[in-house]
């Protein structure tokens, strides 16, 4: 993790973070991209050599001496005039070499892409995993996905693409700049002043298209967390008949990323068609000044012929250089959103972070705690003590802070300094590794998630190396055995999304087995039980009192049933401890616990 969290000053520090295992294969793009460059801009000057020397009948000045020694040793002007296929075979040969460059720096230039959205990829998986519980909750997963997805293609076809075509173009305009300005000053002047204009208003419209990129970005993040919310849940939405609203308000929101994108096309429309107007001017107004310097003897035919050879050339490359302009604008956008996500601060443990035994005692001491939402304190001044070894109760209504203590026990919430302290022992848990503490807290939610496996894949899901019958006790232990057993495949019964295939209770049933698999020292259920029958609630709290001696117990649950066989239990409301106490001490004070019993009894 020590590469992972450093911070990107800049958008450079970024790509040069992804771009390592992959520059070696970009450098060598660029060297072959060179030699492209060479081989396509020497053709014009081959020809325009042949034109003035071998098929002109006037002594040609631009032919360099040293190459028409060379032709003279060959023959001369009459002998290469009767076997231009000579120069046909040296034509030849110069566009292998040009054709085999080309292969090479596409075969180089698409392996260091891949190798880039690979690292890319990995470490921004690696990255957000490391993230605080609470950052995923601020984030939407939808945009998230999008980030890793839309976004590093953005740039990766930036990088591989348009940054070395950047290259690729310098280059080539230096060169065959160098070669025109050989053959005629004006003329290369009047080339080359088309250059800056088509740079200056790219620039123009660079800010335009960036700012309008972004908001389509961003737009599109939000259109991709519409979708992803209905197809996890879109079983509730069926439930309720909730199709047409869900429907409506995707339409809205494509409907508003759409004509972001329409606002965009056309600024691109306007940009991409004066680029083509320019570009298109540049070219018949060097045919024409070429063709009269010609007629007047300025120029030679041969020079004539590579000297628009050469401009045509350029062409593209200068109004692709106004594309690519334009193309930095919705690369550093997506610099920016995948920046956001590396800069975001990881959990880190303290350098002298410690892995004590976490057979002690868990206290709280004086803890509040509030949500970055602005809601108020969920928990006020809370201190108690859950003794190792016991099973402890929870009690309290909806929103009284309940989960809110587990979560601060298992560090997904951090204590704000100031307000309170939460021990192990002697040991305050931000001293320990949140590694060891996690390993050590089984944790059962209160909305339980499955992966898209099977049924043993997801018990056994923290086991390196799937162990089939300790995954058949657990899963006995949370009286789920049964049920598999049932099912025509099994053990290897496939789960659907989120555990879409199974009922409420199945899933809480899968999770528990899923802790119990893990065997750690902290057992915490969260209202784990809520979707089974009470005589199944009943059967699991006995297996687990059979098979959990020794652990420490939490049991968070509203009912008296569940809890009621704890060694202590605890009453929260509004945050704040109002009771404490066993079943039967609860009972005798007559408060908030007596009248949920008898509310809960009655129905009995």
């Known amino acids: ?297 300025n120029i030679t035919v041969g020079e004539y012929i590579a000297f628009v050879a050469y401009n045509s050339m350029l062409v593209w490359p200068v109004r692709a250089l106004g594309r690519i302009i334009s193309e930095m604008s919705k690369a550093g956008v997506s610099i920016d959103r995948i920046s956001y996500i590396m800069n975001s601060e990881i959990e880190q443990d303290k350098e002298d972070a410690i892995e004590p035994s976490m057979n002690a005692d868990i206290t709280f001491d004086h803890v509040s705690y509030a949500y970055e939402n602005g809601g108020g304190d969920v928990l006020k001044d809370v201190s108690f003590t859950i003794k190792a070894g016991t099973t402890f109760g929870i009690l309290g209504g909806t929103g009284s802070g309940k989960s809110t203590l587990m979560y601060l026990m298992d560090r997904l919430y951090d204590v704000k300094e100031g307000s309170g302290s939460i021990y192990v022992g002697d040991n305050n848990i931000t001293d320990i590794k949140a590694s060891w503490l996690r390993k050590n807290i089984g944790f059962v939610l209160q909305e339980p998630f499955l992966f898209s496996r099977t049924l043993s894949e997801n018990i056994g899901i923290t086991q390196k190396k799937l162990d089939i019958d300790s995954v058949k006790h657990a899963a006995k232990i949370a009286a789920l055995d049964e049920t598999i057993e049932d099912f025509s495949k099994g053990y290897d019964t496939y789960v659907g999304e989120r555990g879409v295939t199974l009922s409420g209770g199945q899933k809480q049933r899968t999770a528990i087995a899923q802790m119990l698999v893990s065997k750690p020292q902290i057992m915490v259920f969260d209202d784990s039980l809520s979707a089974v029958d009470t005589q199944t609630d009943a059967k699991i709290r006995r297996a687990l009192s059979e098979n959990t001696a020794g652990s420490t117990v939490v049991l968070i649950s509203h009912r008296i049933m569940t809890l009621m066989h704890a060694d202590n239990i605890i009453v929260l409301d509004h945050g704040r401890i109002a009771e404490q106490g066993t079943h039967e001490q609860l009972l005798e004070k007559g408060g908030i616990y007596k009248k949920i019993y008898d509310i809960q009894m009655q129905g009995t």
């Open 1 to 297: 993790m020590q590469e992972n969290s450093k911070k990107f000053r800049s958008k450079t520090d970024l790509v040069l973070f992804f771009l390592e295992g992959s520059k070696r294969f970009f450098f060598l793009s660029v060297i072959f991209s060179l030699l492209v460059t060479f081989f396509d801009l020497i053709g014009p000057k081959i020809i325009q050599y042949t034109v003035d020397f071998c098929i002109s009948d006037e002594e040609s000045k631009s032919v360099p001496s040293y190459l028409k020694m060379i032709m003279d040793s060959m023959g001369g002007r009459a002998f290469l005039r009767e076997h231009l296929y000579y120069i046909a075979i040296v034509v030849a040969i110069v566009a292998f070499l040009g054709a085999l460059s080309r292969y090479l720096f596409r075969v180089c230039n698409a392996m260091g892409a891949e190798k880039l959205i690979q690292r890319m990829r990995d470490k921004l998986f690696e990255h957000i995993m490391h993230l605080p519980f609470a950052w995923h909750g601020e984030n939407h997963t939808g945009d998230i996905i999008q980030r890793c997805t839309s976004d590093v293609d953005t740039i990766k076809m930036f990088i591989s693409e348009q940054m070395l075509s950047l290259f690729r173009i310098m280059i080539r305009i230096v060169i065959a700049m160098y070669f025109m300005l050989g053959i005629n000053v004006k003329m290369a002047f009047v080339s080359a002043a088309f250059i800056p204009i088509i740079v200056i208003y790219s620039s123009f419209f660079h800010k335009r298209i960036r700012s309008e990129f972004e908001r389509a970005d961003n737009e599109e993040g939000r259109l991709s967390a519409t979708a992803q919310e209905n197809l996890t849940g879109v079983r509730v939405v069926r439930a309720f008949g909730r199709e047409k609203y869900e429907k409506d308000r995707f339409v809205k929101q494509n409907a508003e990323y759409t004509q972001m994108w329409i606002n965009l096309m056309r600024t691109l429309a306007a940009f991409w068609s004066s680029n083509d107007l320019i570009s298109g001017l540049q070219v018949m107004l060097i045919t024409v000044l070429g063709a009269v310097y010609c007629v007047r003897g």
